[in-house]
């Protein structure tokens, strides 16, 4: 069996109303990409519903004794999966949702006995989820499923073992991503058998939190019904970075330096360091264009906080499609703008993959942003009449480092400084400075474990410093 799938957010809409898990990081892309992921994540529950419907549509056994689900890494929208099936006895079957590496794997086990089709029939409302408070008391979540809606698009499951464990599968999700830990979680498994078991009342799932270690341990959550037993596991997905506000950043630079009248372009400022560097510039006097790609809402808060704290001082938000960076060159020339100096912080989300071959798409990907992109950027600049444009662009200290799981960006940005430096003689008005830059505190390297960062205000004051 090899089953392909490509979930999109009209996939993440319908979830969310069958399973009453209205989690943003599912559904909201402004508010997904603040986070770590960078993007809508696929409902975990989703994935498993998909894949269990895929083996049924297949397999001709009826019946569901057990699951046990491991999530090794998060589903994106318009990521390409796919699926394979292995038998590993007469009753246990493995099966592995994949892209170039396992993503998901589904050990089911089947069963001779069936459950009924003995569900509340109703959809959910929308409703905000819930912030994690740790309690070890037994809590009662009440589920319900929509027959007409997953019957329409997931027959199979629903065939093969009956809507009450269908049921009860859909409402772990509502479970992990409204209530525990809720708001800021992150699915990471479970690990449950189907039986008769103690529980009369129907249509209920009884949890308590079973192991809490801080918000850098897994969650074990004891979760039970009456047809159900055993336990989720889940992480507090960390909450976005928030950098200080305006005033904050002019009392840590206190005027060393004087950029009064100067202008300066920080490419992909709606957040992270471009938001970082931005404020810094602004707190020496320098007026700033911030351009955006998606973060239009984010950019122009960022330089209302600007303007309205230093009247004399213009921070304007820019829109930019970095594939086609004339727009931008085009605003400069018509408005007389005089440029100093360009921060260049356009990136993807980084991410890797833990493989010898290396992946090209991505690579590919990482090589328009950090080189292509930038080549064009330098071209439309390079001809500005006789001013000296500065430039800085960001690096990385994994070049020198190394890190398995990230050859792809590790190259794409070794591939960068190549050009550069092979273009600097070429270049009449443009000076780039290039650093290596080690994990600042940014969404970028925001991470569920305990991960070591640098202060991105020192690490950037210093860089605008340099540049001036």
């Given at each position: 069996m090899k089953i392909n799938k490509t979930f999109d957010l009209e996939d993440q809409n319908w979830f969310a109303e069958l399973s009453g898990d209205y989690n943003p990081i599912h559904i909201n892309e402004n508010d997904s990409r603040k986070l770590h992921s960078g993007g809508i994540l696929v409902h975990g529950i989703h994935t498993v519903i998909w894949a269990l419907d895929s083996f049924f549509r297949e397999n001709e056994r009826n019946g569901l004794s057990s699951v046990k689900t491991k999530f090794f890494k998060p589903i994106y929208l318009g990521q390409k999966l796919s699926i394979i099936s292995e038998s590993i006895d007469i009753k246990k079957n493995v099966i592995k949702v994949y892209d170039k590496e396992l993503l998901v794997s589904i050990i089911v086990e089947s069963s001779d006995v069936k459950f009924g089709d003995n569900i509340d029939d109703s959809k959910y409302k929308f409703n905000i989820p819930k912030e994690f408070k740790y309690s070890d008391k037994h809590n009662v979540?009440?589920?319900?499923?929509?027959?007409?809606?997953?019957?329409?698009?997931?027959?199979f499951i629903s065939q093969g073992v009956g809507l009450e464990i269908v049921s009860n599968l859909v409402g772990l999700s509502r479970l992990v991503?409204?209530?525990?830990?809720?708001?800021?979680?992150?699915?990471?498994?479970?690990?449950?058998?189907?039986?008769?078991?103690?529980?009369?009342?129907?249509?209920?799932?009884?949890?308590?939190?079973?192991?809490?270690?801080g918000n850098h341990a897994p969650i074990d959550i004891t979760v039970r019904s009456s047809i159900m037993k055993g336990f989720v596991q889940a992480f507090i997905r960390p909450t976005p970075i928030i950098q200080l506000p305006f005033l904050e950043v002019l009392k840590f630079t206190k005027n060393i330096i004087n950029l009064s009248n100067t202008y300066s372009i920080v490419i992909g400022g709606s957040r992270g360091l471009g938001e970082v560097t931005s404020k810094i510039i602004t707190s020496y006097g320098g007026n700033v264009i911030i351009t955006y790609n998606k973060g239009k809402s984010e950019a122009i808060k960022i330089c209302d906080d600007i303007n309205s704290n230093s009247p004399n001082i213009l921070a304007v938000p820019l829109y930019l499609d970095m594939e086609n960076p004339k727009h931008l060159f085009d605003y400069v020339s018509t408005n007389g703008i005089k440029l100093d100096a360009i921060y260049y912080f356009a990136t993807p989300k980084i991410k890797g993959f833990n493989s010898v071959e290396l992946d090209e798409d991505l690579l590919n990907l990482y090589n328009l942003f950090y080189t292509v992109y930038f080549s064009r950027l330098l071209k439309l600049f390079n001809n500005d009449s006789d001013n000296k444009i500065k430039v800085f662009y960001p690096s990385t200290i994994f070049i020198d480092q190394q890190n398995d799981n990230l050859m792809e960006y590790i190259l794409s940005k070794k591939n960068a400084e190549i050009y550069i430096g092979y273009q600097k003689r070429k270049l009449k008005n443009i000076d780039i400075l290039v650093s290596r830059l080690g994990r600042l505190n940014t969404d970028q390297n925001n991470s569920v474990f305990s991960v070591e960062t640098e202060d991105p205000l020192v690490v950037m004051n210093d860089i605008v410093l340099l540049m001036n």
């Open positions: 979540l009440p589920i319900s499923l929509s027959e007409e809606m997953i019957s329409s698009k997931y027959p991503g409204m209530e525990c830990p809720g708001l800021n979680s992150l699915f990471a498994g479970f690990n449950i058998t189907f039986n008769n078991t103690d529980v009369t009342e129907t249509n209920k799932i009884i949890w308590s939190v079973s192991k809490f270690g």
